[in-house]
């Protein structure tokens, strides 16, 4: 701080090199102004110090020293480099200060732009400070001072910094009782007269410390700022909150504690949605780290790859699937989707993944392969042939016509029918690929006749290629010998009634009529005696 003004207080204080630690000022709070009620004891030092041995400064005690980083008169301290890194080395919480020559907010904002310029490469872990006390500043009204001071104290407060205003004890009674800031106040006595806000008392310039040649201010302090100034971490700043790596704000994106963060241009964490050219992320609303996985947000769901950017399309997790709709701003799918290849899927209502195999919908049911696909058209399975809709994709029951014929799919589970099939009390075969016969089909158990135009089994007489055939109560078509009605009459081989024919049969002549009915032709002489009549089946 300024010499003349230090020496001229210095036969105050002279000697009071110790300091009584009698616990922790809650942070904010500043209270005493005597030894007694301080924290800790440090130093501050600029050029006028020469080298320091800082390994013996914190051997004496010190725990703390602010360095002069310059003015704008005289640019940087000659010792602000080797000060600073060597306070830091020797485990110093270490502050700067930038004496001040500003008359105006302008000059004031110049100034704090430019110790930020000086202190960029180096780690500043106390307050930084502005010291407001050259005759340059005793005409200013109050008001004027306290713009000053507002103007340098809001751009260190920006850039991340802690700031302090210094002064002597005059100046803040009489000029700056109105400053926000915390305030070092510099008063050479037993004690300091001056209570409001006090953080730091420079109780004598007079300081007898080991490692510095010479006198050397020498200071209390009253706040605690571990918990304001930080190494690492999230803190608290007006609202919201900041991030800091090694001393100093970050601002963009942070890696920290297995996740990410982001810091905007005033290095104020965000949270919510935010877009930038890598992407979409989703930041909690709770400590702001990025959204991953599946998350839901106002209601929907969304999905976050590994480093926070919103996906869109086709996420597995585990074994399941899910489409997040490009078309829909990235919302998990919950109904039915078509892609460009005409492909249709269906996302379960309830968590979104994708149907496979088996499903009813709306009372529908459906086959999705193991690819989503909504299947159509034949498919056969363990359990059968069935048969999908082409448009609809719905399973078909009864009867359907399509290119090779007419099918009859189950009413019990739409299984394809083959063989013989009761539909409506009406028979019906249907052959191994599923189609309806007509016409006279041989099958195992005989020869039936199923109707051409509807495809029922025919019983009775019936006329097929121009010819006559008769079959039973059970659809046989029968042959032989067969009574009808107590008539006779006689069917050849393939069932077709025999008209106007001479027969033989087991040795005995016929005739059947044109009706087909079967008579026995009478001979002249009497059939010999015992000679067997032929075999005439009754109608069944």
């Known amino acids: 701080m300024k010499k003349q003004w230090k020496r001229a207080l210095g036969r105050f204080c002279a000697g009071l090199l110790t300091v009584a630690m009698l616990g922790m000022v809650p942070a904010g709070e500043a209270l005493a102004v005597t030894a007694n009620g301080a924290i800790a004891q440090g130093i501050d030092v600029s050029k006028h110090n020469g080298a320091v041995n800082w390994g013996q400064v914190a051997a004496s005690g010190m725990k703390f020293t602010f360095i002069k980083a310059g003015s704008t008169k005289s640019g940087v301290d000659p010792q602000f480099a080797a000060n600073i890194t060597g306070a830091q080395a020797a485990g110093l919480k270490t502050g700067v200060y930038l004496y001040s020559y500003a008359t105006t907010p302008e000059q004031a904002a110049n100034e704090a732009n430019l110790v930020l310029q000086w202190i960029a490469p180096y780690t500043v872990n106390f307050p930084i400070v ?9 005409g200013l009204s109050n008001q004027q001072l306290i713009d000053i001071v507002n103007a340098f104290c809001t751009i260190i407060d920006a850039a991340g910094y802690y700031p302090m205003v ?12 109105n400053a926000g800031w915390d305030k070092w106040v510099a008063q050479y006595n037993s004690s300091c007269d001056y209570n409001n806000n006090v953080c730091f008392w420079q109780y004598s310039s007079n300081g007898n410390v080991g490692g510095v040649s010479g006198r050397v201010d020498v200071n209390y302090q009253y706040k605690d700022y571990s918990q304001l100034i930080i190494p690492e971490g999230f803190i608290e700043h007006n609202g919201n909150v900041r991030f800091y790596s090694n001393w100093k704000m970050q601002k963009g994106w942070v890696a920290y504690n297995d996740t990410k963060y982001f810091l905007d241009g005033a290095g104020n964490l965000v949270r919510g949605w935010l877009s930038d050219q890598t992407g979409t992320y989703y930041l909690s609303p709770q400590d702001g780290s990025i959204a991953r996985g599946q998350c839901q947000v106002d ?4 999905y976050f790859n590994a480093d926070g950017i919103k996906t869109a399309g086709w996420v597995s997790v585990g074994e399941a699937k899910y489409f997040y709709d490009p078309a829909g701003d990235g919302v998990m799918k919950r109904e039915w989707l ?58 078909v029951r009864g009867f359907l016509d399509d290119a090779k014929g007419r099918h009859y799919l189950s009413l019990d589970d739409g299984h394809m029918v083959t063989g013989p099939a009761v539909i409506d009390k009406q028979n019906y075969f249907f052959n191994a690929e599923g189609i309806m016969a007509t016409g006279i089909v041989a099958r195992e158990d005989g020869s039936y006749y199923y109707d051409p135009a509807g495809g029922q089994m025919v019983t009775g007489w019936f006329t097929a290629a121009d010819k006559t055939f008769y079959a039973d109560a059970n ?3 029968v042959t032989g ?17 025999v008209r106007d024919t001479a027969l033989e049969i087991e040795g005995t002549a016929y005739v059947t009529n044109p009706e087909g009915v079967l008579t026995q032709v009478v001979e002249e002489a009497p059939p010999a ?7 005439v089946r009754p109608q069944a």
């Open 338 to 395: 078509s892609d460009e290849k005409g492909n249709c899927y269906f996302f379960d209502r309830t968590d979104g993944h994708m149907l496979t195999g088996g499903q009813v919908i709306d009372n529908v049911e459906y086959l999705f392969n193991p690819d989503g696909i909504r299947q159509h058209g034949w498919v056969t399975l363990e359990n059968g042939t069935f048969y999908y809709d082409p448009v609809s994709g719905g399973k």
């Open 475 to 477: 659809g046989h078509i």
């Open 529 to 535: 005696e015992g000679a067997p009549a032929p075999e």
């Open 130 to 138: 502005f010291d407001i006390e050259d005759s340059c500043h005793k």
């Open 299 to 302: 209601g929907r769901d969304y």
């Open 166 to 177: 210094y002064s002597n004890k005059n100046m803040f009674v009489d000029k700056m009782g």
């Open 481 to 497: 010998v067969y009574e009808i009605d107590g008539k006779p009459y006689y069917f050849d081989a393939e069932g077709a009634l």
